[in-house]
DNA sequence: CTGTTAGCGCGTTCAT
DNA sequence: ATGAACGCGCTAACAG
C-alpha cells in the first residue's frame, strides 16, 4: 500500500503549464475560460483521478453538503426504512449523510446532537425519543446555523420543523374498516403514554368510534410490547377485532390468542401499525396501517435543504409542519 | 433562526487577551501551558461552546477522523445489525460514519467507493455483492492511501482484508446437529451461486455428511427466495430436514410445508442461517445459524484503525483474513 | 511559557 | 482570458 499521494489542483496546474486559478475556473466551468482549454484540464483530471479536498472546499465555503441523522436505533426497520430513503434522496442532490444512533437516555440524545454540530453537518433531520425538559442546547444548534427537521414524532416542547405519518387519520381508517366490516367491540392497544404518535392513534380509535355511533370504548395501554400478553390475560375477551398501537404489539396480541386457540380472524381479527417486515412473515399475515418512509425520507430531506438555502440568503421562514398520508393495508389477520 | 456564526479561536483568543496558539494549545492540553490559563480558555470555550472547525483540522492533519461503510442495502437486518455495532464501536474511538448503500449493480458499488474517496474517508468497511471483473479501481483507491477492510463476503479476485463469519463450520455444526438429533435424511437449499458465503454452507453441509458416513447429499440450488417453492416442488418430499443457505430460504419452505399440510418440525425440521429477527416470528419459530455480527463490526474496525495508524508511520501491512464462529439457535422448528 | 509566521488546498478577488 | 495574492480556521515550527 503505498502512502497518501492524493493529487491536487497544483499538480494539474504544473503538468499543464497553467495557474492553479485557471484549472480551477476549468473544472468550475467557469464561462471565460475557453472550451478547449476545459476539455484539457477535465481530461488530466480524470486521468489522474482528481478529486477536490473536501475540506479545503469545506473551509472555503463553509458548507460540508452533508447532512446529519438522528435516530434511536437502527432495530426498527421502519427508522432505517426512512433512513434509506433519506440517503437516496441527499445522494441526488449530491449530500452526504451522517448517521447517529441515540439509544434511549436523553443525554445521549442531546450528546448526539452536539456531535453533529461538531461535525459541521448542513442540517439534521432527527427522530427523537421523547420529551426534553430542557430543550434549550437544540436553540444553541439552530444558532450555530444547522437547521433541524423533526421526523415521525412529535415533542410538545419543541417549536420546530416536523414531517410525520397522519397517525390519526391512519388509526381512524383502519378502525372504520373494521366497523364496516362487521366488527362490533374492537380493543385498542394503547402505546406508550408519552409518544405523540400514540397518543394520534388512540384519538384516531376513539374518533371512529364515536363517528360510528359506538359508545363502548376499549383501550388497555401497554408502556411496551411486554406488557401486551399480562395485560391482555386480565381483560375481559368480548371483543371481535384487537387494533394494535404497532406491529409488534399486534404480534403479541396474535400470539396470545393462538396460544388460547382463538381463530384469527375467525373469531378475532388484528391490525397493526406501520407494516414492519415481520407482517408478511407471520401467519396469518398481518393487516397494518402502511407508513409513508418514502414521502417521508423526500419530504425532510427537500425542506431541509430549503432551509440550508433560505438560511444562506439570511431568510428566516416559518416553522411548518406536515402530515403524510398513511395506507390500510388489509391482509390475512382481518376477516 | 440567526444566521451562522461559530465561535472560533481567535473569537476566544481576542476576548482573553492571548494569542490563537496559546488559546489553541490550551485547549490541546499542551505541557507547557500553566493549569491556570488552561482552566480560563477552557471555561470560556464551553461557555461560547466553541468547537473545533474540522475542515481547517482536516486541511491540515489530512484526517477527517471519519470512515465510510458500504453495504448492498438497508433492507436486511443482518447488514444493518452490522452496521450498528460499526457505529458503535467507532463512536468510542472518537470516528465518525458515512453510509453508502450500493444496490445490486457494479456501477453503483464502483461509484460509492469513488465517493468515499471524494469524501476523503480515513478508511472503508465494505460489503460487496459479487465479483468484479475489473478490480483496478480498488487499487486506485487503495493508492490514495485508504485502506480497505472487505466483510461477510470474499471475492475472489480481490486479495484483500476479510472479515467474515465462518460459514463453513457455521452450517457443518447445525446439519450435524440435525444428523445427531436422528435426522437421517437432510435437504439442503443452496444459494445464489456467485455469493461466497453460499458456497461456504454448501461445503459445511456436505462435510458434515460425509463425517457422519452419509452418501445420500440432497443439494437443491436456488438463485433466489422466489425460486425456493418452485424447486421445492419439483422435489421429492422423501427428506426429514431441510437446511437452508439463509432464514428467508427457510421462511419459504416453511409455508411450502405448511400448504402441503406437513408438520413441522413433527414431519420435517428446518433450519435457516444468519438468525435475522424473523426467526422470532414465525411459527414454528425459526432455527437458525447466528451469525456474530458484533465481533464482525469490532473486529472489522479495530483492524481498519490498526491499518490506518499503520499506514499513517508508512508501514505496509499483510493481507489477513479473520472467520469469526457462529452459535447454533435450536428454536421450534428442530424436532 | 507565549506570540509570530507560515501553510494545509481551494476559490475568489483584483489586477493585467 | 489568465495569473498573483489573499484568506477560510487551525496547528506546528520557530523565535523569544
Known amino acids: 500500500m503505498k502512502p497518501n499521494r492524493r493529487v491536487k489542483l497544483s499538480d494539474l496546474a504544473s503538468k499543464l ?17 475557453p472550451t478547449a482549454t476545459k476539455k484539457r484540464v477535465q481530461l488530466l483530471a480524470d486521468e489522474l483521478s482528481y478529486h477536490p479536498n473536501p475540506f ?3 473551509l472555503l465555503k463553509q458548507k460540508t453538503k452533508t447532512i446529519g441523522v438522528l435516530l434511536p436505533s437502527f432495530k426498527l426497520p421502519f427508522f432505517v426504512d426512512i433512513t434509506d430513503n433519506i440517503q437516496k434522496e441527499l445522494k441526488s442532490y449530491g449530500y452526504n449523510l451522517i448517521v447517529t444512533t441515540t439509544g434511549k437516555s436523553l443525554k445521549d440524545e442531546k450528546e448526539a446532537f452536539w456531535k453533529m454540530a461538531k461535525a459541521h453537518v448542513d442540517g439534521i433531520i432527527a427522530i427523537i425519543n421523547q420529551d426534553h425538559e430542557e430543550v434549550s442546547f437544540l436553540n444553541d444548534i439552530l444558532d450555530e446555523g444547522i437547521p433541524i427537521i423533526f421526523i415521525d414524532r412529535v415533542v410538545e416542547s419543541i417549536d420546530a420543523n416536523y414531517v410525520l405519518s397522519d397517525d390519526f387519520t391512519g388509526s381512524y381508517t383502519a378502525i372504520d374498516h373494521l366497523i364496516k366490516t362487521g366488527h362490533k367491540k ?4 394503547e402505546g406508550p403514554e408519552n409518544l405523540s404518535t400514540s397518543f394520534y392513534r388512540t384519538q384516531g380509535y376513539l374518533e371512529a368510534l364515536k363517528d360510528n355511533q ?3 370504548t376499549n383501550v388497555l395501554s401497554c408502556e411496551n410490547v411486554d406488557e401486551v400478553k399480562l395485560k391482555l390475560q386480565s381483560c375481559p375477551s368480548s371483543y371481535d377485532a384487537i387494533a394494535c398501537f404497532n406491529d409488534y404489539y399486534a404480534f403479541e396480541a396474535l400470539e ?5 386457540k382463538v381463530q384469527v380472524p375467525n373469531q378475532v381479527s388484528i391490525i397493526g401499525f406501520a407494516d414492519e ?4 412473515y407471520t401467519s396469518p399475515k398481518l393487516s397494518t ?9 423526500k419530504i425532510s430531506v427537500s425542506n431541509l435543504l430549503n432551509e440550508i438555502n433560505s438560511l444562506q440568503i439570511n431568510q428566516p421562514t416559518e416553522f411548518k409542519t406536515i402530515k403524510i398520508p ?5 391482509r390475512e389477520s382481518c376477516k
Do not use: M, W
Open 17 to 33: 503549464g497553467l495557474s492553479t486559478s485557471t484549472v480551477s475556473r476549468a473544472l468550475n466551468d467557469h464561462p471565460k475560460i
Open 56 to 58: 479545503a472546499k469545506g
Open 186 to 189: 374492537i380493543l385498542y392497544l
Open 214 to 216: 359506538i359508545n363502548d
Open 256 to 260: 396470545y390468542l393462538q396460544a388460547q
Open 277 to 280: 417486515p415481520l407482517c408478511k
Open 289 to 297: 396501517v402502511a407508513q409513508p418512509c418514502e414521502e417521508i425520507g
Open 326 to 330: 398513511t395506507t390500510l393495508k388489509i
